[in-house]
C-alpha cells in the first residue's frame, strides 16, 4: 500500500455519515492552518501511525453487519497518495465510502470519487483568494477547492457544504455571501457550524460565537435558499 497514514480512529459513530453507522478513520496529514483547527495534532505528516492500516481491515472484517460505512476524515484525505487503494479496498469488504473533505488536490478528489458515496465538503469562506488564505492559514489554494465544488456538483454525488463560523474570520455578511456563491453554483445542502475557542484564542467569547445562530433572519435567509439547511451547535 502506498502511504496511508491513520492518526486517529473512531469505531462506531452515527453523526458522521447521514443516515449510516460508520467507523471514522482520521487521516494523518493537512496541508492548511485553519485558526479554529481542533485536530491539529493531524496537521502534520509526520504525526506518529495511531492506527496500523491492516489492523484497521481486520476490524472492519469483524463489523460486518454492525458498521454500513467507512467515513476518511482528517486531516485532509486527499493529501495522501494511498487514498484510492484505501478506499477501493474497504468497498470491496462491502462498505460504503463517506469522505470529509476541504477540496485539497482536485485531481485526486476525481480518481476518488468514483468510490464513494457521500462527501462532507468544508466551505472556510467566501470565494476571495484573500479571505480563503485568511481562513485556511495558507496560501493560493482557492482555485483547486473551486474546481473540487465543480467536480463534486458534476459527479451526482450526494454531499452537503459546511462552514465552521468562527468570528474572528468571518461575520454575518459573509455567511450570506457563501450562501449566494453556493447557490449560484447549485449546491442544494448547506450547514453551519458553530466554533468553540480553540486551547489559543482566549478571547473569543461565547456570544460572538453564538451570533450566526441567533440572526433569525440569517437563518430563515439559508433555509429558502438552501433545499437542506441546519446548524450544529
Ligand atoms: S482543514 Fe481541517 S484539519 Fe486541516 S487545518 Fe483546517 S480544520 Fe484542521
Redesign the pocket.
Known amino acids: 500500500m502506498e502511504m496511508i497514514k491513520i492518526g486517529g480512529l473512531e469505531t462506531f459513530s452515527a453523526v458522521d455519515f447521514p443516515n449510516q453507522i460508520a467507523a471514522v478513520v482520521f487521516m494523518q496529514g ?5 485558526p ?5 495534532n ?2 502534520g505528516t509526520d504525526g506518529p501511525d495511531e492506527v496500523d492500516w491492516n489492523k484497521f481491515i481486520e476490524f472492519l472484517k469483524k463489523r460486518k453487519g454492525i458498521l454500513d460505512a467507512v467515513v476518511f476524515s ?3 484525505p486527499l493529501m495522501q497518495d494511498g487514498l484510492q487503494k484505501a478506499m477501493t479496498e474497504v468497498k470491496e469488504l462491502g462498505y460504503i465510502i463517506g469522505m470529509h473533505t ?1 477540496g485539497y488536490r482536485p485531481k485526486h478528489l476525481a480518481e476518488v470519487l468514483p468510490l464513494v458515496s457521500w462527501v462532507g465538503f ?1 466551505i ?1 469562506a467566501p470565494f476571495a483568494e484573500e479571505h480563503y488564505d485568511r481562513a ?2 495558507s496560501k493560493g489554494h482557492l482555485p483547486k477547492v473551486l474546481q473540487s465544488l465543480d467536480l463534486l456538483l458534476d459527479s451526482g454525488i450526494d454531499f452537503e457544504c459546511r462552514t ?1 463560523c468562527d468570528p474572528r474570520i468571518l461575520e454575518i455578511a459573509d455567511i450570506y455571501t457563501i450562501a449566494d456563491e453556493l447557490k449560484a453554483k447549485g449546491v442544494k445542502k448547506y450547514f453551519l457550524q458553530k466554533y468553540r475557542p480553540v486551547p489559543s484564542d482566549k478571547v473569543t467569547t461565547d456570544a460572538e460565537c453564538s451570533k450566526f445562530f441567533n440572526d433569525k433572519e440569517l437563518l430563515e435567509y439559508l433555509r429558502k435558499t438552501f433545499t437542506v439547511f441546519d446548524t450544529r451547535m
Open positions: 493537512c496541508p492548511w492552518r485553519c479554529f483547527c481542533y485536530n491539529t493531524l496537521q482528517g486531516g485532509e476541504g468544508d472556510k485556511t492559514g465552521t
